[in-house]
Every structure is written in C-alpha cells, then in structure tokens.
C-alpha cells in the first residue's frame, strides 16, 4: 500500500547517477569555471533565487535585472542558506527531465529521409507487435501475482485456521494470536527488506511514479528490471503478509517496466542487447510504449482495457495522438485476454470468461430497475461523504509522510515499521473477530476461510468473514453477499479501525497499492449505511439493496483518495461488468472529486508534492499571466558555440554548480552579437567526447570515422558521467564541431511572452528545454521544467516554490 | 443519411460571407495593390504554384528561390491555369481557419491581469454550468426527435398497414404502393426542400463538419440556429419518410449548435444578446464547448457518455485537458439522464431506465459463457468481411458523390433525386414484402406494425418486419429475436438491396445519418452468418446465438464504414448495456479497421477529402522529413509596421487577390533590416478600422476612446466585410498604432525547421499563423493550415495537393 516511502526511495542511489563521482571532480571544475567566465561576457550577475543552493555561471547578454529584485533576494537567499526542513514549498532540483522532442539534428533528418514509406510502415507494424508483447507479458505477470498470492494465502489461512480451531475449543487463543501476528510480521518483513535495501523506488504503487515519468520526470531506476521484479515479489509478500493492501496498484508499475524494456530490445541490467527495435531507443518512443504499460497493467488489474487506455491519457498524455490509442488499448485487450485465458486454465475451466482482471466485483444484478431516481440525491450525498472521507485520509496520510520522511529514513527503521503494521493489523483483526458476537448461518459461497470461532455449528463469524481473507474477497462478499449478511455494528467497527490502518498502511517501505483498501473501506460504510436505510424506514424497502450500496461507497471512498474520474467511472463499470450502474457512479466519483478537492488533493498529488517533483500540471495556474518568461527563465545559461574548444566543453560539463543538461550553440558572425543556432544535450556531447569527434584546427574536417545515430542510440539512456571520459591536454585545444550533432531548430519563444503562453508550448510538446530569445534572436535564457512547475496556486494567489537540491 | 451532399451544402451561401462584396472591391484594390507592391520591397517573385489561382503579393525578405523551381513552376502553371475538374488532388483555398491560440495583446494581458483567483474561479464555475445546459438543452432536442419521429411513423404506417390490409382481401395492392412510394416521397421532399433551399450545410449527419470544426476548419454556418432548426425538421422528415437513414448522428451536430449558440450567450440570427458568457467569445473557448455539445449528441444518441467523451476526444481534441475532459463528461451525463428523464415520462414509466438513448440495442443476456475462445477467430473473420464490405461500400459512396458534384449541383435536382431514392426505397420494400413467402408466428414483441398480407392467420410476413418500420427497431429484433425468425433467403436478399439503398442515400440532400443503416445492414448479414454456422454443422450448436452474430456483423459494418475504434467500442459496450462482449466487439472493430483501411478511407475522412478541406492529420507524413518550413511557407507575406498608415490597411484588406488573414507586424529601427515584432488578424484590423482608432501625425496618442476587448468580443465571429467601413481620403492619410492590438508573442519557427516539426508545432497548440523566420528573426513567411494539408502520402511516395479557390 506504501506508494512513496521517502524521498530516499524516490532518488534510488544517486551514487550510480554519477553524482558521487561528479563531486569527486568538483575542484577541477570550480578552476574550469573561473576560466570560462570572463569568457561568457563578465562575472553573471545572480538574479532571484541565487543562493549556494542554485547554480548558475556566467551570463550572455541583455537581461535587464530591476533593482527590486536586490531586496527579494537577499530575503530569499537567507531564507534558503540554512538546512531546508522538509516542507511543501520545495520543488527539487535533483529530478532531471525527459526529452519528448525529437533533436532534429542532422543524423536525425539524414536517417529519416533515407527511410522510404515502406519502412515507416514496418516500423508501424513494429510497434504493434511491441504493444502485443508488453499485454501479453503483463498479462502473465499479474496471473504469476495472482497465483502465487492464492497459494501462499491458502496456506497462511489453513495453519491459522487448524490453529484457531484447535484452540478455539482447548482455550489459549493467545497462542493463535501470537502466531499469526509473527507469521505476518516476517512474511512483510521480507518484503519490506527487499524494497528497503534492494530498490527502493519499487515501494508504494507506483502510480505516481508512472504519472511523474509520463509527466516527462525522470525517477532514476523506475522502469529497470530490478525494480520489476523486486515490485512483483514485494506485492505477494505484501498481500500475503495481511496488510491492508492491493494487488492492483503495482501492476500498473510493472506493466510500464515491462513495455520500456520491450520497446528497447535489450536489458542494459543484464547487460544483453537483441539489437532489435533499435529505432525506438529514445525518450519520445519509450514514452508511448510506457503508456501502453501502464493501461495494460490497469488493464490485467481490473479486466479493464478500455478504463487502462483511459487512465494512461488521463494521467500521462499530453498530445492526444489517434494511433498512438490504438496502439494502447491493443496492448490492453491483449494483456487482459492473456490474463483471462491463463487464469480459465489454471482454474480448469478453459474458456471461461469471468476473471477479465485481478479484482473481479462478481456480476450485479441486471434487472431494469436497478435503481430509482429517487436514489440518485443519496448516491450523490455518499459521493459527498466518500470525497470528505477521502479527503481526512490524504490528509492523515500526508501528514503521516511527513513525519516518515523526517524521521524514519533509515531503512531498519522502515522495515521495523512495516513489521509493526502487520503485527497491528493481524492483531486488530484477531481482537474484533474474538470480541465480534456476530454470527451468520454458514451458506455455500465462494470465501473458503468462515471461522466458526465461538458461533455455533452451522453459523461462523462474520466479522472474520472481513478480515480473515484476502482484500479482494471482502469486498466481493460486502457486494454480494444478501442482505442481512453483516450486523451494523460488526460494519462499523471494521470501516473506522480499517480506516486508521490503511491509512497507516499506505507509505510503507513495502510495495503495494491503494485501490483495493480504499475500496473495501468504502464497500464497508456503503453497506451501513444501505443497512441504516432500510432500518430508518418503517416499511419494508424492496429497492434499498446493501450491495448497491456498498458499490457506490466503494466507488465514493475510492474517488475521494485518488480523484480520478473519468478513467475511475470506466473502470468501475468494467470491473462490475455492468453500465446500468455507470450513471450513478459517475455522479458519486464527480460529487466525491469536488468535495475532496475542497480541502486537499488526491492522494497522488501529495505524494507527488511531498517529493518535490517538477510536476507539470495541465495549465499554467490561472492568475499567472502578470509573469513573462524574461522573468521565469533560468539565467544566465551557458552556451556553446558553434565550434567550440573540447577543454571549455569538458570544464563546462564537469562544472558540478551547474549540471546543466542543455546548452544553446550560437554563432559570432564577424563582430556582430551572437545569434541562436542549435541546442546540444549533455547527452549528446558527452558521445562526441566519448568517440573523439575533435577537429584539429579551424576549417579541418573530422579526421575520425563518422559518428552515426547508432552511436547516440547505443549509448541512451545510461549516459556515461564526464568523469569517466578521458582527455588530454593535446585534445583539449581541439575544437568540436557541433553543426551536425546539436538540434538547429529547437523551440523558442520571445522574451516578452507570458508565462501561461510558455507553459502551454512546453507541456504541448513535452520539451525539455525552451530557449527564450529577444527580437535579434540572441539567448536570453533557457526555461526548463522546474522554471515552470514552481507558480502554482496558493491561499494568497500565485505562490513560488523554492529551489532545492535536496 | 446523406452526409455531405454537394460541395455547395458545405460552403453554404458565400454571399453572406462577404464574398460578392469583397469582389465589387477588387478594381479598386488592384490600384492599391500596385501602388503597395514597390513598397513591399519590390515585385514579388512568384514561388511554387504561384498561377492566377493563387494569390500573393509583394515580396519580403531573402528567400533564396533556387532556379529548380522555374520548371516546376511553368509545368504546374500550365496545369492549373485551366479549369480544374474535381479531383481528389485538391485542396481549397475557401475555407478559413479557426484560431485556437488566443491572441495574447496588451487588451488581453490586462484583462487577465485583472481579473483575480476568486474571479476565475467563477468562469469556472460558469463553464461548468454552461456544460448543464448544454447536456439538457440536447438532451431535451433528442427527445422533441424522438416523439416527433414515432408520432408522425405511427400514423404513417398505420395509414398504409389499414390500406395494405384493405387491400390484400380485395386484390390491387398497387394502390398500397402507390400510395406508399407517393406518402415517403412528399415526406422526403418537404425534408429536402428545407435542407437544399434554406440551410444546405444541414445536410447528411454533420458529422465530417464537426470533425472539421474541432480540427480547426471554419465550415461556413456550420454552428448557427437556422441550421439547427433545418437539421432537426429535417431528420425527422428523412426518418418518417422511410429513408434508409438514423437519427443519431444528425445528434452530434445538433449538440454542437446548442453548445456554440449557449456558450456565447447570444444569438446572432435572432439578434438577441443576453449580455452573459461574454468571457468565452473567442474560437478557444467556443471549441471547448462545443467538444462537450458533440459528446451531449453522441451520449444522447446512444446513451453513451462515455462513449461520447472519447467521440469528442478522437475526433476532435488535439491537446487532452483533464478539467476539459470533466466537463465534457459532466455535459455528457446530463445529456443521457434528461433524455432518459423526459422519455421515461412519455412513455408513462416514470423511474424507467431503459431508454438512455435514442437507440436502444435492447439488453443481451449476460450469462457467463456469452461466448467461446474458438468463436473469436469467427468474429475476427467477420471484422475482416465488415472492413471490405465498408470499404466496397465507401468507394461506391465516394464515387456518387463525386458524381454528385459534377451533375446533380442544381438545387432542384438534388430535391428531385431524395424523392426518386424515397420513391424507389419504398417499392423495393413493398415488392420483396409482397413476394416473400417467409411466414413467421405471430409473437409478443415491441414491434407494432406486424404486417399479415398473405400469411395465414396467427403469422407475420418476416421481410416486412425488416422494411415496414423504424431501422431501429428493426435493428433490435435482428439482435434479440429468438432462432428462426428469420430465414436465410430473407436476410440474404435483404442484405443485398439495402446495401445499396443505403449507399445511395447517404450523401442526399436531406439531413440524416449513417450509424443505424450501417448497424441494420451489418445486422442482417451477421444474422444471416449465424444461421449459416448453424447450419453448416450438423451437430446442433447451442452458442451459435444468431442475435450475438448479428450485433458482431453491425459492429463489423459500421467499423468497416466510419472506422472509428475506440469510442465506437465504448458506444456499443454503452448501447448493449453489457460489457461481456466488450472483448470480441473491440477485435471485430479493430480487424474492421486494419482491413478497410487497405483499401479505402472511412466515410467521413473520404467526404472531407472529396470537400477538398484543409484537414490536419495527428501527424505530418512520415516521409516528409525532407521538406523544410522554408519549403512549405506561403510567401512572399504581407507585413505591416508597427505604426502603419490607414490607407495601405484599407487597401491591403480590401485586395480580392490576397486574402490574407494574419498580418506579421515588423519595427524597422533606424536603418536596420525590419524584424518581426507581432502579428496581427483581419478581424482586429477591421475592428481598428471600424472604430477609427487613427492618430493623425506620429507620435500621437489615439484622440478616440480607449478600445477595450470588449470592442472584439462583440463584432465575434461576424466580422463585417472591409467593403461595410468607410474610410474618407483624410483619414487614410492618417496613422494607425498597433502595438496594443497585434499579438507581440506570436510564434515562430526557425526557416530549417522540417515539415513534421512545424505540423507538430502548428497542430499541437492548433495555430491558424505560424510565422517563418530566420536567424535573424526577420519575416521569411507565414504557414497556414493550408500549407501543411496539401502534403499527404499517397501511392508514390508524398505527394502534394492542388490549391485552387474553387
């Protein structure tokens, strides 16, 4: 259930992004600097925000910096000086960006006019095939979830039952207790020490991780195979192990791991290249594949295919792109048919058509009068309560987070607290389930674990019936099973203890999710409160069915937590594979939205938030447009020119105050000031490096084999740090020359533009980088993601964040 | 059914749109423009395809025209200087576009400046309950549809049954016919004669109309009251006159107009301003509003929400908002539920839910095994026959309409052919009724005119329950009636002569639509498939369900026809009320599509190209990467200085041979070369122009009024012609300042840009002027919607589209 543990889980090791062995060059490179300055037109002049914490040289040409900002500054700067305590007014300079633009440089255009039509088709049908195979492979992963979860539980469950049953009649519960308290504490233990010390970033859901990597943020490690199968196994030991959590959640994450290490071909963790799909090794194409993931894990999660395409859209795509869906709902059709098919056969019943997903909500009554009107005002009155509900859990859970990060960041601590949780949690179920004197008669359905415990033959107690089981059982049974089923107060009991503990639960240093919690407690209160209705009317009530509403508690409780609609409504509907109920649920998701909202945000977006992610929202925040982007840009920016010393290029890379990741390449023209003619990535210069494309003199050609796309390919996306690239005192009077490599037509926008006018081509387009440019064309400076991500909406109007490297 | 009738349908009446006038004006504007060219920096060189056809003058800057080119040039001269005859080949140069990029001037700027958090909180608010009434406003006119259409059928067909009835005892039932084939023909005729005489672009199903809008296309008229009213009268006539047409997509125009008038809070024909919703008299917000209209439409028509969101999404939107999507949903949802509301009323069920569209597939059993593996390879086949009978019956339909273009343009023979066809549909279903020879037991079912003629008593002559009545209802008792209501040779037959009545129909000049013949048609043939495998094995086979091979054929046909996947999957999930055949309805749809598009475009996309619209793809070509902006870009362009004198305004506006509808704005300082400082719209200048915001030397402020956004807002979207402002000659003398008015930021591409980055560009952020600069940010020119359409891929490679004004 824990979708974010803490900051450390988020970043993975930084040492292996080169960090470490960045700072290890810091001195060499402060020199580097220090000759480069003068260089870039005299010693930049800070502007706002230049404290330690931010690192900008030199400066390029006419910002003109108003005096009022003097004062701003040094307010800031000693605000920002001190250590920064964890606050949500941090955005974190520590997340690099994706690049969704192609860098049409030269090999770029050269590669794809060579291709024909004929091929662009192949590459079509390529990419089809790629989708076919990250369904079918997610498909299996969540039946191998499934599966295991279902062996592992039935024996966990059977040695607790004999147990209880055997002591039930003896005396000594306290036995039964201590056992399956220990017997649940290890099984999470494991699972929280594999995320805790093998991969961090495999904890929690992973959605948010899958929204901020379609939101164009890179989260080291969040798509290897490492944190694949440290996810999967996490999951079963998580469920297994009784907390309060879901298969379903995860299986969104993995389904994104599995289509970015399809779609490239090779495994760089194995160290094995197929040296097929080559064509697709950059950030644009694994970005689409990774949304087909993430809808055919949502997909396989909830026999959902068509809620999958649309939570992948809803949460991650910018431009909406026609073939693109198409790829993406044939990638979800085939991961929930795989699951389907695997699933019949494993359950002997080949060609059975009923376990579309994990979660299954069993088939709902179809008769035409399946609700009245007159019910719709108490849907939406529980849309209501689940949206404030849900909003007194995020808020819990926030505040929780909080106090994780701050204080329990060391990974014993976490695998302690995750131990404590099962232990709590086997605990308060036992103690409910020993004190419940609610007893039902024992029927035939499908929940293989009833407790007879002190009820007697015949009868078995019904609050065990809500925690001695898996999750997703409980919830089945709070759907369906009849009225009568569950006495009030059993409900009771169970929605506000389970409420505590699944909001404990999520932020665990263990790997699970948060949809199906959310569910059981809505199912729960749901169905109080269609038992309160029927006992507040006098007169027998025929339409007032305990399993309507618990549907729609669950769905009010869900929508509440996390605020999705749209793709939420579909997957409901989907998952109880029926549409009579769309209507209400879509009334109870959009009532639970704006009442949530009201208060705090969904509980991604916190977790987002608390991260300190550069999370790029839809919109450029509403009261936003008094700012132009001379006054959001980051400068002054470092470019490069045209031909350009290796030994400025190396120092400038190695500069570790800066680590700028893109750099403008202007062109001097005999006196006049320099104009704007191409963008170079880090990545891109660190190959140059790497092959030595130097040139000896001016006006001397390359004397190394041509550099092809194949080189940049093969070498993305684990660039090599500067510090391991070689160059000697004899290269480095050499010159670059970046004419073919650098992007000569990158995205500008004058200087003069508003800010909303900025945000809108660079969320449309998914930049990395935008130049900012005055009306002759010379750099003014660069906007990049955190320049924009930090305005948002505050109580007081526009608020900005600060900048941090932590 | 008929879509798009005539090329002259789409344009509407050009006179109004200034056109008449503006070519009274051009003997004065040739004057001016002579007098303007020196001035543009001398005679422009005529690029590419620069024939009497197309119309640019001046020339700007450097624009290297290599000598390639004359060749080129002479040879497309010779080719386009004579008549063109209509081809695919071509695209006109008539339609204008839309500007979904707000116009950010100083007006503009301040307004947003002013306005605070709590104030935009309140159009948001607004827009939300906009979208309300939107969804009742369409939901109601779905409704006023449907009784009007069953009311005046009823009567209709009772005529003719007691006629029939009469008749069949007595003998001469050629009197039956003629009264019949006479009944639909006048019915037609009236519906026709609206359509052709008052309102053309209220033709066909509006569909491809819309489509363009959201793309960016301003269709002329196409969103105005008068067209709304013409379109509802006249769908109700086609349907009642027993045309093989449905009522539903005529739905989603008729949302569209509700959404453009509403949202606007005025009407323009009526001249009614209600002073309200003056925030959103821009292209921008009327574009979202009428997203959500369509998607009210498609909900309405199908009771599909959902499935109209992601209609409205597919279709239309380019950049996928998440608050957008909510709103269109929420339009959506009140759309379904008023109908609902309002029908379950009619019908005396109050609380009813089952009638939550105007069709109503009725509801499929949904017990476990609906279906088998083994069957999907069957429905895959049958996607396959769907996609080639859509693609036969596309290109039959492309090439009447083609033929309709060239022969049936005079507006009393397209009224006479919807009578012939009226005429014809209804002796053809009189003569197969009256030599059929299929007798079914008379049953319990919905259908109410179950025709005895020469059955025996207790029986029904089968072939008239598919004819005489409502396609709808013929629709569902293909899907739901028991095995064994009908016979092969019926459907056989059926199928046969529908198939090319229905071509024949759509593209009419009446208002009508496609979905429910493509569904009848695909319903019968799947129908006919059904009994086949029935028969075909000798075993009796319990899952060969002929109503569930029914819905798969009219899934497959109607894929196969208008090829749109994934909100039509949602649509016939939402329409079947079952998502268990959600799965295999998803692969024939998809199979349907892949295999059509072998052949042929689907309808909609070959109507558009048949109008010869500027249609922009998701994507620019694929193998357009050689071209560059500099290639593609409309030059030379008209500029204007930032203080420009009102004569040369006047004349600019008023030259018949440009046309032109962005203005870059250039500074020319102190001798250097002018560059690009802003851009500006003919709507603006006429405004200027029209409240004579002059100053009379340099240097001096406007003595006018100070003009406020309001100004623009009111004269949205008429604009009046040029011709309507008079200038006096002093007045011309004097000067106009536009710096407050022009856009300052507009943007730009670098002229080496490629092809698929401009379209990526221009697409994405939905530009109507993009504006080509070079290095030094000097106006090399402007590319249109215009410039990027006419690239496409055809058989050899990339091909490039005819402009002409036809």
Known sequence: MANV???????????????????????????????????????????????????????????????????????????????????????????????????????????????????????????????????????????????????????????????????????????????WASLNAVIVMIGSLIVAFIEPVAAGSGIPQIKCFLNGVKIPHVVRLKTLVVKVCGVILSVVGGLAVGKEGPMIHSGAVVAAGISQGRSTSLKKDFKIFEYFRRDTEKRDFVSAGAAAGVSAAFGAPVGGVLFSLEEGASFWNQLLTWRIFFASMISTFTLNFVLSIYNRKPGDLTSPGLINFGRFDTDEN??????????????????????????????????????????????????????????????????????????????????????????????????????????????????????????????????????????????????????????????????????????????????????????????????????????????????????????????????????????????????SVPFLHWEAPVTSHSLTAKEVLSSPVTWLHRREKVGIIVDILSDTRTNHNGFPVVENNSGEPPRLCGLILRSQLIVLLKHKVFVERENMSPSLRRLKLKDFRDAYPRFPPIQSIHVSQDERECLMDLSEFMNPTPYTVPQEASLPRVFKLFRALGLRHLVVVNSHNRVVGLVTRKDLARYRIGKNGLEELCLAQT
Chains 1, 2 share one sequence.
């Open 370 to 611: 399946s609700y009245k009107y007159f019910e719709l005002p108490i849907f939406i009155g529980m849309g209501a309560v689940g949206g404030m509900l849900g909003a007194l859990f995020n808020a819990l859970n926030n505040w929780l987070t909080v106090f994780r990060i701050r204080y329990v960041h060391r990974r014993c601590l976490q695998v302690i607290e995750a131990m404590l949780v099962a232990a709590v949690t086997a605990t308060i179920a036992f103690v409910l389930i020993y004190s419940s004197s609610d007893c039902q008669p024992l029927r035939e359905v499908s929940g293989e674990y009833m407790l007879q415990l002190f009820c007697p033959d015949g009868q078995y107690n019904a609050m065990a019936s809500a925690f001695f089981t898996t999750p997703e059982s409980s919830v089945r049974r709070l759907f369906h099973d009849p009225a009568g089923s569950f006495n009030p107060q059993t409900l009771g009991l169970f929605t506000l203890l389970y409420f505590f503990l699944a909001c404990w639960t999520y932020g665990l240093t263990v790997s699970a999710g948060v949809f199906i919690p959310s569910l059981l407690l809505g199912a729960a209160w749901g169905r109080l409160f269609g038992i309160l209705i029927t006992k507040l009317s006098t007169a027998t009530i025929a339409w007032a069915d305990p399993g309507k509403y618990a549907l729609m508690g669950a769905a009010a409780q869900l929508g509440g937590i996390v605020r999705m609609t749209l793709s939420l409504t579909v997957i409901m509907v989907e998952a109880t594979g029926n549409v009579t109920y769309g209507f209400p649920i879509m009334l109870v998701l959009i009532t639970a939205k704006i009442v949530g909202d009201i208060f705090v945000e969904g509980l991604y977006d916190l977790h987002i938030k608390l991260q």
């Open 5 to 179: 543990a803490t900051r450390e889980s988020w970043s993975g090791r930084p040492e292996e992004e080169g960090a470490a062995a960045a700072a290890a060059a810091a001195a060499a490179a402060a020199t580097a600097a220090a000759e480069r300055t003068p260089l870039l037109n005299g010693a930049g002049t800070p502007r706002r925000f230049s404290s330690s914490l931010l690192f900008r040289i030199g400066q390029l040409s006419t910002v003109d910096l108003g005096d009022e900002n003097q004062e701003l500054e040094t307010e800031l700067a000693t605000m920002v000086v001190k250590e920064i305590p964890h606050t949500e007014n941090l955005l974190s300079l520590k997340y690099e960006s994706l690049d969704y633009d192609n860098s049409e440089n030269q090999l770029f255009l050269e590669e794809e006019r060579r291709i024909n039509h004929a091929a662009f088709r192949t590459v079509e049908v390529t990419r089809w095939v790629i989708c076919g195979l990250i369904g079918i492979l997610t498909g299996l992963i969540a039946c191998f979830i499934d599966i295991m979860v279902e062996q592992l539980a039935l024996v966990k469950y059977q040695v607790i039952k004999s147990n209880i049953d055997k002591f039930t009649e003896k005396g000594g519960l306290s036995f039964s207790l201590l056992l």
